[in-house]
């Protein structure tokens, strides 16, 4: 027997409760039978919707354990939560698509141009290469689980998310249009996504809605000079002039960055087999992590190499859409790390862009997050005992963008004296990345905000992360609240374990 638990409404009294469901236990059962059968056992008339059975009409999409699956795909599992997309419900696990339905109309989400260069009589001139661009986008079923999964949505009322987003970018790439989208993106809040990933992830059809809708429609935006945001404007200025996007503090240690002060004191070297990108946030903003890496890896017997012509990885660049200059970054990057037999990162966003966007520039290099290198070469009997109690915040790029999840939780649990507590979702976005932080920062606020709520619930000394973007924005907001809380980066819980 399984047990299965599901989120009930009651549209008469307005109440929820949840109820628990024995059914037996059938290998591969979907959850749509699953419901089916719970309604003929208990007689429980629990209403849910569904049509085609085939994954292709998106009608009965619903959360199950909190990620938004299509019933009639999603297999049933002993003590899974059933629960209604977050939508408006109006019996059980039926949402009210009304309002998005209206926003449809209300969009113009169809093509408007009438005086496009190809013939419509002569649709033989189009060829299939044409619409590569939008191919993927046109398999959306409307099921709006990207809707219900954008973590976004509910933070603002300016952004419609990105269902719309990928219809956006699906009319704006198809070659039968030609009147720009840009200024309705834009309207609608194109650069409010934090490109957490989590659309993508949970669409039923794999359309990567960040990557090929959102931020190609970004980069059209810009080519036709209509944005990006201010903010991102001073990004792109410092990327040409210096190679970086942030810059080090001249009050730091570390005035001229991580970089020049480590090969100044131990001279430039270039023959080892690993690399170290350290990225701009870690090399300018937090130079210390990096030295807490190179201490980590001498005590473990390692040495690395860290290139001094190394240049921004370009990712800042690629998720405000300013990517003009992104091939020459991708190049010079080649040319000083393809010798190295592993380049190693640290940053959750420098790390999914040399995985992710290099090959779409030409480039493979062999690239590893710091925990992937690190995992299974960790022995507790050589560490101090830290004695801390710590959380783990999923950075989005880490979890989503590179499927790094387990491997910071084994070095977690490996650290001698370490009490690893998990909190609520750990994966759900903080809000700093996408050029939010600093072109939004009431919205990475907002995020940031949230995740400190399920982080204070923990009564943890640390909350441990790898990526700068997320330790910046979720201190700024464990400060704010005066939370008895702090973030640690993974390397410098490690550093304190190897002192
Ligand atoms: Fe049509 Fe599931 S019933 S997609």
């Given at each position: 027997m399984i047990t299965i638990n599901v989120k009930r409404y009651d549209p008469v009294k307005k109440e929820s409760y949840m109820e628990s469901y024995e059914i037996e236990e059938i290998d591969k059962m979907k959850v749509l039978d699953a419901l089916e059968e719970i309604n003929k056992k208990y007689d429980a008339n629990i209403a849910y919707r569904y049509s085609?059975?085939?994954?292709?009409?998106?009608?009965?999409?619903i959360q199950v354990n909190g990620k938004s699956k299509l019933a009639c795909k999603a297999e049933i599992n002993d003590n899974d939560i059933l629960e209604p997309l977050n939508l408006p419900v109006i019996k059980d696990l039926i949402v009210d698509r009304t309002e998005l339905n209206n926003e449809v109309k209300s969009l113009n989400m169809y093509m408007t141009s009438?005086?496009?260069?190809?013939?419509?009589?002569?649709?033989?001139?189009?060829?299939?290469?044409?619409?590569e661009a939008c191919d993927q986008l046109r398999g959306c079923i409307d099921c709006y689980s990207c809707i219900s999964a954008c973590p976004v949505i509910k933070k603002t009322g300016s952004y419609v998310g990105p269902y719309f987003m990928r219809g956006f970018s699906n009319i704006e790439f198809d070659p039968r249009e030609d009147e720009s989208l840009s200024e309705r993106a834009i309207e609608s809040g194109?650069?409010?996504?934090?490109?957490?990933g989590e659309c993508s992830n949970t669409c039923p059809r794999e359309i990567n809605i960040y990557g090929k809708a959102i931020e190609k429609l970004r980069e059209r935006i810009f080519e036709e000079n209509e944005g990006p945001l201010p903010e991102h404007k001073f990004i792109h200025e410092s990327v040409l002039t210096t190679g970086k996007s942030v810059q080090p503090k001249e009050d730091s240690d570390y005035p001229e960055g991580f970089i020049k002060k480590y090969n100044k004191m131990?001279?430039?070297?270039?023959?080892?087999k690993i690399a170290f990108f350290t990225g701009c946030m870690i090399d300018n903003r937090l130079p210390w992590i990096a030295e807490y890496l190179i201490n980590v890896l001498e005590k473990l017997g390692y040495e690395v190499d860290v290139p001094e012509e190394q240049v921004c990885c370009g990712s800042p660049l690629l998720r405000t859409g300013q990517t003009d200059i992104v091939q020459e970054l991708v190049d010079k990057n080649y040319e000083i790390f393809k010798d190295y037999d592993t380049v190693l990162t640290v940053c959750a966003g420098c790390g999914a862009t040399l995985k992710n966007n290099y090959p779409e520039y030409g480039v493979k290099l062999n690239v590893l997050n710091i925990s992937e290198f690190l995992d299974g070469k960790l022995n507790p009997e050589d560490m101090n005992d830290v004695n801390l109690k710590v959380t783990y915040h999923d950075p989005c790029h880490l979890a989503?963008?590179?499927?790094?999840?387990e491997e910071p939780r084994n070095i977690l649990n490996n650290i001698k004296g370490v009490e690893f507590i998990e909190m609520d979702r750990p994966d759900q976005c903080c809000g700093a990345g996408g050029g939010v932080k600093s072109g939004l920062p009431e919205i990475a606020e907002a995020l940031a905000d949230e995740k400190v709520d399920m982080i204070d619930k923990l009564n943890v000394d640390h909350v441990v992360t790898i990526c700068p973007f997320c330790e910046f924005n979720i201190n700024d907001s464990l400060q704010k609240k005066n939370s008895k809380t702090s973030v640690i980066n993974i390397l410098e819980l490690l550093n304190k374990a190897y002192e």
């Amino acid at each position: 027997m399984i047990t299965i638990n599901v989120k009930r409404y009651d549209p008469v009294k307005k109440e929820s409760y949840m109820e628990s469901y024995e059914i037996e236990e059938i290998d591969k059962m979907k959850v749509l039978d699953a419901l089916e059968e719970i309604n003929k056992k208990y007689d429980a008339n629990i209403a849910y919707r569904y049509s085609c059975r085939a994954g292709q009409c998106g009608s009965c999409a619903i959360q199950v354990n909190g990620k938004s699956k299509l019933a009639c795909k999603a297999e049933i599992n002993d003590n899974d939560i059933l629960e209604p997309l977050n939508l408006p419900v109006i019996k059980d696990l039926i949402v009210d698509r009304t309002e998005l339905n209206n926003e449809v109309k209300s969009l113009n989400m169809y093509m408007t141009s009438e005086d496009c260069d190809i013939p419509r009589t002569k649709p033989e001139l189009i060829k299939p290469q044409d619409y590569e661009a939008c191919d993927q986008l046109r398999g959306c079923i409307d099921c709006y689980s990207c809707i219900s999964a954008c973590p976004v949505i509910k933070k603002t009322g300016s952004y419609v998310g990105p269902y719309f987003m990928r219809g956006f970018s699906n009319i704006e790439f198809d070659p039968r249009e030609d009147e720009s989208l840009s200024e309705r993106a834009i309207e609608s809040g194109i650069y409010y996504c934090t490109s957490c990933g989590e659309c993508s992830n949970t669409c039923p059809r794999e359309i990567n809605i960040y990557g090929k809708a959102i931020e190609k429609l970004r980069e059209r935006i810009f080519e036709e000079n209509e944005g990006p945001l201010p903010e991102h404007k001073f990004i792109h200025e410092s990327v040409l002039t210096t190679g970086k996007s942030v810059q080090p503090k001249e009050d730091s240690d570390y005035p001229e960055g991580f970089i020049k002060k480590y090969n100044k004191m131990h001279g430039s070297t270039k023959n080892g087999k690993i690399a170290f990108f350290t990225g701009c946030m870690i090399d300018n903003r937090l130079p210390w992590i990096a030295e807490y890496l190179i201490n980590v890896l001498e005590k473990l017997g390692y040495e690395v190499d860290v290139p001094e012509e190394q240049v921004c990885c370009g990712s800042p660049l690629l998720r405000t859409g300013q990517t003009d200059i992104v091939q020459e970054l991708v190049d010079k990057n080649y040319e000083i790390f393809k010798d190295y037999d592993t380049v190693l990162t640290v940053c959750a966003g420098c790390g999914a862009t040399l995985k992710n966007n290099y090959p779409e520039y030409g480039v493979k290099l062999n690239v590893l997050n710091i925990s992937e290198f690190l995992d299974g070469k960790l022995n507790p009997e050589d560490m101090n005992d830290v004695n801390l109690k710590v959380t783990y915040h999923d950075p989005c790029h880490l979890a989503r963008s590179q499927g790094i999840t387990e491997e910071p939780r084994n070095i977690l649990n490996n650290i001698k004296g370490v009490e690893f507590i998990e909190m609520d979702r750990p994966d759900q976005c903080c809000g700093a990345g996408g050029g939010v932080k600093s072109g939004l920062p009431e919205i990475a606020e907002a995020l940031a905000d949230e995740k400190v709520d399920m982080i204070d619930k923990l009564n943890v000394d640390h909350v441990v992360t790898i990526c700068p973007f997320c330790e910046f924005n979720i201190n700024d907001s464990l400060q704010k609240k005066n939370s008895k809380t702090s973030v640690i980066n993974i390397l410098e819980l490690l550093n304190k374990a190897y002192e």
